[in-house]
């Protein structure tokens, strides 16, 4: 009854490279859990991942660490250098599955004799397969959607006859829905399948069953056939909307025992058939009105939807998975939460989780809105409560989009049925408005489709609101009594949003609460319902209960032998919150490594945060995770129990660090610089005195709340301007103006969306270079830095910049000056602990642009490429552990690391893939080499882009960009490319002497037409620059960027970045490329 | 609208909860007794409700949310019922965090409340579940009443133990019925109703077997029918009331008589082979029990329901272990080395929970 384990010594992981849209955090805590895992077991780990600013790729997990592209090229070089007996491939998402399958069918694992772990290829190709999939059903007589797999588009249009219109077309072998959609008629069709070949060989033709049900199961399955469904879930919204963009609810609320088990019960067997080992995913729709059902899709590797289960029941998936693909059984595990029960279990809730997807579609120009089967969103956030009104209203504040809860006010509707009609992000306050406006639930049922059971809950928190409101709103709080205001938190409302309705102020509510005796009470995450007793930190906080599950009286304190060695030395750091533009996984890693080095400075540390798809919700990364809200009022809900000696602000990004101000006036202890310098770091006008007093420059500014004051200083400045609305996080609502008319549209949608807070306009420094700094600094005394220089010239978000590190063009002078200036700048506002600042350099002038007393993005990347964790540094400054004396080597290094963007612009139909001011990346990348070229040429390749084998086309709008690219283009056809161009670039070109073809626009419908040749894939790669940094039109070379975009045709918008590109290429065939682990990058 | 009163579980320990009635509403001065016991199933309200081993019960769900799905028809075919485990509401009251008085679902045809009602089984809600469950799992099952919240501790009557009484007498059918499956039938089996669940008929039928379904204390003996095997079902209280019944599985047993037992039938099982049974801490009672077959080493997923489990050190010689609790090493099945006697202490009809041991009634048909 042994089970066999497998006898390996050597693994090798695959990650999930950068984040992006449909691949995102979530792959960081599955993979850092494999790796533990199978560290766990003695067993060595290689990972590729070129995503720098995970947990996975840090010191401590796999033993060696590749910061190279995650494709067969790569890997198959790390395979013969490493000579691993087995490789992971269902803990990096579908990047990671999609590389083992070519690195198979290529033969290469069976040439270097490399075993795949857990799930066999063939069981992988059986679900990545619509075709195979739907046999392999059809032999156990299991339901899936009338479906036909077509490789042409006569054959798709013939299917679609053949199943009938409305349809649903999807692209096989693809991430996230990628080049879904529905069809209601031919045109739509048509359209559909061009985009849907383009992203994929095989395209399927599908029943629609818009309205039913969509439901998940978690299935784990071990080598001897034990097989548990660990959770299942709901989503909100019905089938058509892509579950990574519905709001899921933990475990199904609307689902009797029959048809729960009925699904399970299928669920079982299907896994069972396909001889999956390890964990998947399968997706069913589920008929409102009856018990029928189709298999949607099953995800032969651990998801989104496993990650965000593992949090919501507390079962950790990915570790089992791992044991799983030993050979382990999963009778032989134990559950990690109780240490005594069987992880051969099925965990029980005694809450519910919400899921809710965090979108960012404002921060792309010409994207729709329309959410639907492709994804979009950027991150999610999970709720946990005992009501499905607690957890709607909390996970809407964790969004940190400016909700209070489920409140509709800050969001007209032109058009309400519209609104219900076409699901966007905000369709769920457009549920609130119906309901306010008296629509029935029947109503809202028909044209939404969301059950009757979800709108009511909505109902229930709108009538709530309603009652409140009658109590007589200005001042009449006291008349709210005990069991109002118990109902009210018990359904989820907030200080602030009783605060709003009573025209009182937040803290004024709090302390009514308090003499009401209406408090939260926190309890456990234990995986069985309190069956068996757990030693759990997995925390959330409840107002449905009344007893804590931990004992926070001093009592207990005492008793506690960690507390007589802690000595109280208890610290609370806030994470990040969703992952955004702007603030994602690097936020995560500086959390981690904050409460690690906390850990090891023997203080119990403690986590707040609730973004499922992170390594700091993990529960045994800290000594207590609060899986809670960000918000004041549960920080100081939280602070009032633990009564730690202080808490961390500046790791988790601005989310956290917009707090720091009301905790500490609310009596909180901030570790590190003081609160006082973090708003005169904050405050422009505070700031710009701080600079001009130690007589440091800045680019010219000024703060305005008229637009005819804003117009005269742009006329003495000089346009181009920037024009930003004040205390904004990555530069959203940020644009360039180039004249007058351009200031005017801009201020006028600035103004309106920020009538608080004045617009700032400031000088825009063309053709300036972009400095930054990262460092620590104790009392004001510089410990660390590193100084880094972007490809780009300034005008790029630093985001979306491309960043070297150490600088490679810089003068040795300015260097000097910015460790100078960054000296003067930690002294005059004491910082101790982390901080960032960025500068332009221009003509040997510097100009600061802005300073961040916290961690920044770039944390993690200069941490790992100078080999000094600064976070741990920062960490230990915080706590008084310093020292100054200790000097780090991290200008003159050895090796170049370069980081690189990743964009998902693909997914973002109609977005234009433009750099500008405003970030729209939503990961990146990192790499080594020899020097910049080397580094640079990986990293491209890293983000999935491609090189170039023959033809390339040129679009430079502005005279100058042509004069600056000819020699890069001359190089280019010295190399043997054929060349294409616009008419403009074209005639530039060929009066210089290069050979190059014209093409006309897309918008001129004539031949030989970009679009024609960008649809037929006969060009590998567009450099399309555009004429000014920032336009709302639709212009024609919008519509080539876009095309090519959707073409999935590599595409290049800035000058820099295509000149070092063509450099790197013309340097390095990719064979000469360095193939070496992170250790090998050593001085 | 539902009234909205207030009413009181209160534990034999003292301890009081006070939440708000969402059922019947009992006289100012009744007091309901009852065993308060927990059950950490999400789904399957309706089946544990009606579910004849809760006889005497107060039952605490610790799943927040009860009744988002409503209450299916009580309509049944031939006295059995279709959507539920049996005629009646078995539970002395309910107790839930969240009642959801909206409900959806294209079956339900009432609210859990009306239900409730209609049954006059009294219901609190509000109540701090996972509290309370904590309590029961520290202190073990306790006994328990719901009373009107005036009413103080002191002045209360003595607190009743159901199990005291023959609960199996209380839930069994009164007189003997055959239940033939529509497609005709190839076996008999005699089905000694303890308080038996609809689904375990229904799981007969299905398989073509004809059912004599019996009384607890039906004389075996007497039996005119030709049959072909006996079952023992599930089944409220302390196994060892069941005094006729035992006697009768002993018969069984020594015709040689192929004999199969759920849950209760387990306990009945190992008390006619002279083994001893003991009263759990605080029982079984959920859906994500894992169990191992012993001789296979495979994990079961099972739905349980008791209070009581066999002491399998007591089992004779020719006995063995079949299946093992994974998480507590409790007994969950025994059965004959040899002799087609087996029984298990978990639920394979479902019901609710997970169906993945109904390839036991297909066991058992085979040795008829």
């Known amino acids: 009854m042994k089970s066999n384990i497998l006898k390996i010594h050597k693994i090798l992981l695959l990650g999930s490279g950068a984040l992006k849209i449909g691949e995102a955090g979530e792959f960081d805590y599955s993979g850092s859990q494999a790796i533990k895992a199978y560290k766990e077991?003695?067993?060595?780990?290689?990972?590729?991942?070129?995503?720098?600013?995970?947990?996975?790729?840090?010191?401590?997990?796999?033993?060696?660490?590749?910061?190279?592209?995650?494709?067969?090229?790569?890997?198959?070089?790390?395979?013969?250098?490493?000579?691993?007996?087995?490789?992971?491939?269902?803990?990096?998402?579908?990047?990671?599955?999609?590389?083992?399958?070519?690195?198979?069918?290529?033969?290469?694992?069976?040439?270097?004799?490399?075993?795949?772990?857990?799930?066999?290829?063939?069981?992988?190709?059986?679900?990545?397969?619509?075709?195979?999939?739907?046999?392999?059903?059809?032999?156990?007589?299991?339901?899936?959607?009338?479906?036909?797999?077509?490789?042409?588009?006569?054959?798709?249009?013939?299917?679609?006859?053949?199943?009938?219109?409305?349809?649903?077309?999807?692209?096989?072998?693809?991430?996230?829905?990628?080049?879904?959609?529905?069809?209601?008629?031919?045109?739509?069709?048509?359209?559909?399948?061009?985009?849907?070949?383009?992203?994929?060989?095989?395209?399927?033709?599908?029943?629609?069953?818009?309205?039913?049900?969509?439901?998940?199961?978690?299935?784990?399955?071990d080598a001897a056939d034990n097989c548990i469904t660990v959770c299942n879930m709901e989503n909100f919204d019905p089938l058509g909307i892509h579950t990574g963009e519905s709001i899921v609810v933990a475990p199904s609320q609307t689902l009797n025992n029959y048809e729960y088990q009925k699904l399970r019960t299928l669920a079982i067997q299907v896994i069972r058939h396909l001889k999956i080992v390890g964990e998947c995913n399968i997706q069913y729709a589920l008929d409102p009105r009856s018990d029928d059902y189709r298999v949607i899709e099953v995800n032969a590797r651990l998801s989104r939807s496993s990650a965000l289960a593992s949090k919501a029941t507390g079962y950790p998936l990915a570790t089992i998975a791992a044991k799983l693909s030993l050979g382990y059984r999963l009778t032989e595990l134990k559950n990690q939460v109780t240490q005594k029960t069987c992880a051969c279990f099925e965990p029980s809730l005694d809450y519910l989780a919400l899921k809710i997807p965090r979108w960012d579609l404002n921060k792309f120009r010409k994207v729709s809105d329309e959410i639907s089967s492709e994804m979009k969103s950027v991150g999610e956030i999970m709720a946990l409560g005992r009501t499905f009104e607690e957890v709607l209203q909390k996970g809407l504040r964790m969004l940190q989009i400016g909700a209070q809860g489920l409140d509709?006010?800050?969001?007209?509707?032109?058009?309400?049925?519209?609104?219900?009609?076409?699901?966007?992000?905000?369709?769920?306050?457009?549920?609130?408005?119906?309901?306010?406006?008296?629509?029935?639930?029947?109503?809202?049922?028909?044209?939404?489709?969301?059950?009757?059971?979800?709108?009511?809950?909505?109902?229930?928190?709108?009538?709530?609101?309603?009652?409140?409101?009658?109590?007589?709103?200005?001042?009449?709080?006291?008349?709210?009594?005990?069991?109002?205001?118990?109902?009210?938190?018990?359904?989820?409302?907030?200080?602030?949003?009783?605060?709003?309705?009573?025209?009182?102020?937040?803290?004024?509510?709090?302390?009514?609460?308090?003499?009401?005796?209406?408090?939260?009470?926190?309890?456990?995450?234990?995986?069985?319902?309190?069956?068996?007793p757990a030693k759990t930190n997995y925390l959330y906080l409840t107002y449905s209960g009344n007893k804590n599950d931990v004992d926070f009286s001093l009592k207990a304190r005492f008793a506690n032998r960690a507390f007589e060695k802690a000595k109280n030395r208890k610290t609370i750091v806030l994470g990040s919150g969703p992952y955004c533009i702007g603030s994602s996984v690097e936020f995560d890693w500086c959390c981690v490594n904050a409460i690690k080095t906390l850990r090891k400075s023997g203080h119990e540390a403690i986590m707040i945060n609730y973004n499922p798809e992170t390594v700091s919700t993990d529960y045994d990364e800290c000594d207590k995770l609060y899986f809670d809200e960000l918000s004041l009022e549960r920080v100081l809900d939280i602070y009032d129990k633990e009564n730690p000696q202080g808490l961390v602000v500046s790791m988790g990004g601005q989310i956290p660090n917009n707090l720091a101000v009301k905790l500490h006036r609310a009596g909180v202890h901030i570790l590190g610089t003081s609160v006082e310098s973090i708003d005169r770091a904050e405050d422009r006008t505070k700031f710009s005195a701080l600079l001009d007093s130690i007589e440091v420059d800045q680019p010219l500014w000024k703060a305005f709340t008229k637009i005819s004051e804003a117009e005269s200083f742009a006329d003495k400045a000089g346009y181009p301007v920037l024009v930003r609305p004040s205390y904004v996080l990555s530069g959203a609502a940020m644009s360039v103006a180039h004249n007058h008319e351009q200031l005017n549209a801009f201020l006028g949608k600035a103004v309106r969306i920020s009538i608080e807070a004045p617009v700032v306009i400031s000088k825009f420094e063309v053709g300036a270079r972009e400095i930054e700094i990262d460092a620590v600094a104790y009392k004001g005394h510089l410990l660390i830095f590193a100084v880094s220089e972007h490809v780009e010239n300034a005008g790029v978000h630093s985001g979306d910049a491309t960043i070297v590190l150490p600088p490679q063009k810089t003068y040795l002078e300015t260097l000097r000056r910015i460790k100078t200036i960054a000296k003067m700048v930690a002294k005059s506002l004491?910082?101790?602990?982390?901080?960032?600042?960025?500068?332009?350099?221009?003509?040997?002038?510097?100009?600061?642009?802005?300073?961040?007393?916290?961690?920044?993005?770039?944390?993690?990347?200069?941490?790992?490429?100078?080999?000094?964790?600064?976070?741990?540094?920062?960490?230990?400054?915080?706590?008084?552990?310093?020292?100054?004396?200790?000097?780090?080597?991290?200008?003159?290094?050895?090796?170049?690391?370069?980081?690189?963007?990743?964009?998902?612009?693909?997914?973002?139909?109609?977005?234009?893939?433009?750099?500008?001011?405003?970030?729209?990346?939503?990961?990146?990348?990192?790499?080594?080499?020899?020097?910049?070229?080397?580094?640079?040429?990986?990293?491209?390749?890293?983000?999935?882009?491609?090189?170039?084998?023959?033809?390339?086309?040129?679009?430079?709008?502005?005279?100058?960009?042509?004069?600056?690219?000819?020699?890069?283009?001359?190089?280019?056809?010295?190399?043997?490319?054929?060349?294409?161009?616009?008419?403009?670039?074209?005639?530039?070109?060929?009066?210089?002497?290069?050979?190059?073809?014209?093409?006309?626009?897309?918008?001129?419908?004539?031949?030989?037409?970009?679009?024609?040749?960008?649809?037929?894939?006969?060009?590998?790669?567009?450099?399309?620059?555009?004429?000014?940094?920032?336009?709302?039109?639709?212009?024609?070379?919008?519509?080539?960027?876009?095309?090519?975009?959707?073409?999935?045709?590599?595409?290049?918008?800035?000058?820099?970045?295509?000149?070092?590109?063509?450099?790197?290429?013309?340097?390095?065939?990719?064979?000469?490329?360095?193939?070496?682990?992170?250790?090998?990058?050593?001085? | 609208m539902d009234r909205v009163s207030a009413l009181k579980l209160v534990l034999k320990d003292g301890t009081e909860w006070v939440g708000q009635s969402f059922g019947f509403l009992p006289r100012e001065t009744s007091e309901i007794n009852g065993e308060v016991v927990f059950n950490t199933g999400m789904a399957g309200y309706p089946e544990s409700l009606t579910d004849p081993s809760y006889r005497g019960q107060i039952l605490v769900f610790t799943y927040p949310l009860i009744g988002n799905y409503g209450i299916p028809e009580e309509s049944f075919k031939k006295g059995i019922s279709e959507f539920l485990e049996s005629e009646a509401i078995h539970i002395r009251g309910l107790i839930v965090s969240e009642y959801s008085p909206e409900y959806s679902h294209w079956q339900a045809h009432q609210s859990l409340s009306a239900w409730l009602r209609k049954h006059r089984i009294p219901a609190i809600s509000g109540i701090d579940t996972r509290a309370l469950t904590q309590r029961l799992r520290e202190k073990g099952t306790m006994l328990g009443k719901i009373v009107a919240p005036s009413r103080l501790f002191n002045s209360l009557s003595p607190f009743a133990a159901p199990d005291e009484a023959n609960l199996v007498a209380e839930v069994s059918c009164e007189r003997r019925r055959i239940l033939t499956p529509k497609e005709g039938f190839r076996k008999t089996v005699v089905a000694y109703d303890c308080g038996m669940k609809h689904n375990i008929i229904r799981s007969f039928l299905a398989r073509g077997v004809r059912v004599i379904h019996a009384p607890w204390d039906h004389n075996l003996s007497r039996e005119k029918e030709r049959y072909d095997g006996v079952f023992l079902s599930n089944g409220p209280g302390d196994p060892k009331k069941a005094t006729d019944t035992i006697a009768q599985v002993a018969w069984s047993i020594q015709h040689q008589i192929p004999t199969f037992g759920i849950c209760l039938g387990n306990q009945l099982m190992a008390l006619a082979i002279d083994g001893n049974t003991y009263k759990l801490k605080y029982g079984?009672?959920?859906?994500?029990?894992?169990?191992?077959?012993?001789?296979?080493?495979?994990?079961?997923?099972?739905?349980?329901?008791?209070?009581?489990?066999?002491?399998?050190?007591?089992?004779?010689?020719?006995?063995?272990?079949?299946?093992?609790?994974?998480?507590?090493?409790?007994?969950?099945?025994?059965?004959?080395?040899?002799?087609?006697?087996?029984?298990?202490?978990?639920?394979?009809?479902?019901?609710?929970?997970?169906?993945?041991?109904?390839?036991?009634?297909?066991?058992f048909i085979k040795h008829l």
């Open chain 1, 41 to 221: 077991e003695g067993i060595e780990v290689v990972l590729i991942n070129p995503n720098i600013a995970t947990i996975q790729t840090s010191e401590g997990l796999a033993d060696k660490i590749y910061f190279l592209p995650v494709t067969p090229f790569f890997v198959e070089k790390v395979i013969e250098k490493e000579r691993p007996q087995a490789i992971a491939l269902s803990f990096g998402g579908q990047t990671a599955l999609n590389c083992g399958i070519a690195l198979h069918s290529s033969g290469i694992l069976k040439k270097h004799d490399v075993q795949v772990l857990g799930t066999p290829v063939r069981s992988i190709e059986l679900t990545e397969d619509r075709a195979l999939f739907n046999q392999e059903l059809a032999k156990i007589n299991v339901k899936v959607p009338h479906s036909i797999a077509c490789n042409t588009v006569a054959e798709a249009e013939k299917a679609a006859k053949a199943i009938g219109f409305p349809l649903i077309i999807r692209a096989a072998f693809a991430l996230g829905g990628l080049g879904s959609g529905f069809a209601n008629e031919k045109e739509e069709l048509a359209e559909l399948l061009q985009k849907a070949f383009s992203a994929s060989p095989q395209v399927l033709v599908e029943e629609c069953l818009k309205g039913w049900k969509e439901i998940e199961y978690e299935v784990v399955r």
């Open chain 1, 408 to 532: 509709p006010s800050p969001y007209p509707f032109e058009d309400l049925d519209y609104a219900l009609t076409h699901p966007t992000p905000h369709r769920i306050f457009a549920l609130a408005k119906a309901l306010d406006q008296g629509y029935t639930i029947q109503r809202l049922y028909k044209l939404t489709g969301i059950d009757p059971w979800f709108l009511q809950k909505i109902k229930n928190i709108r009538g709530l609101h309603k009652r409140m409101v009658s109590l007589g709103a200005r001042h009449a709080l006291p008349l709210l009594d005990h069991a109002f205001m118990r109902e009210l938190k018990q359904s989820g409302f907030s200080d602030h949003q009783i605060a709003d309705v009573f025209e009182e102020k937040e803290l004024t509510v709090r302390e009514y609460c308090k003499q009401l005796n209406v408090l939260p009470v926190v309890k456990q995450i234990d995986t069985l319902g309190a069956e068996f």
């Open chain 1, 830 to 1083: 004491a910082i101790t602990g982390p901080f960032n600042m960025q500068f332009l350099a221009k003509n040997n002038q510097i100009k600061v642009i802005e300073c961040n007393l916290r961690a920044s993005r770039s944390f993690p990347f200069v941490s790992k490429v100078t080999r000094h964790n600064f976070i741990e540094i920062a960490t230990k400054a915080m706590l008084g552990k310093a020292d100054i004396k200790k000097r780090y080597q991290t200008v003159d290094l050895d090796y170049v690391g370069v980081k690189f963007p990743q964009f998902s612009f693909p997914r973002l139909k109609g977005a234009d893939p433009v750099l500008g001011v405003e970030m729209a990346s939503t990961g990146e990348v990192a790499c080594f080499g020899s020097d910049l070229e080397d580094a640079f040429l990986k990293a491209y390749l890293a983000v999935g882009y491609r090189l170039p084998k023959k033809n390339i086309l040129f679009s430079i709008g502005r005279m100058e960009d042509k004069i600056d690219m000819l020699e890069t283009i001359q190089r280019l056809e010295v190399m043997g490319f054929s060349l294409f161009a616009t008419e403009h670039t074209a005639k530039f070109l060929t009066d210089n002497g290069v050979k190059v073809t014209k093409l006309h626009k897309v918008s001129a419908k004539t031949s030989p037409n970009i679009a024609e040749y960008l649809d037929l894939g006969k060009l590998d790669m567009a450099i399309v620059i555009p004429r000014a940094y920032a336009h709302e039109e639709q212009t024609d070379g919008y519509l080539i960027r876009r095309k090519a975009i959707d073409r999935n045709v590599p595409l290049i918008t800035n000058v820099q970045v295509a000149k070092t590109l063509v450099r790197a290429m013309g340097k390095y065939p990719i064979d000469w490329l360095e193939v070496k682990h992170w250790g090998e990058y050593r001085n």
């Open chain 2, 284 to 363: 079984h009672r959920s859906v994500n029990q894992p169990c191992i077959d012993l001789k296979t080493g495979r994990c079961v997923i099972t739905s349980q329901n008791h209070g009581f489990a066999v002491d399998v050190k007591t089992l004779p010689a020719g006995w063995e272990p079949w299946f093992s609790n994974a998480n507590d090493g409790t007994n969950e099945g025994i059965r004959h080395k040899k002799k087609p006697f087996f029984s298990v202490q978990f639920h394979p009809e479902a019901c609710p929970g997970p169906t993945d041991t109904n390839y036991l009634f297909d066991e």
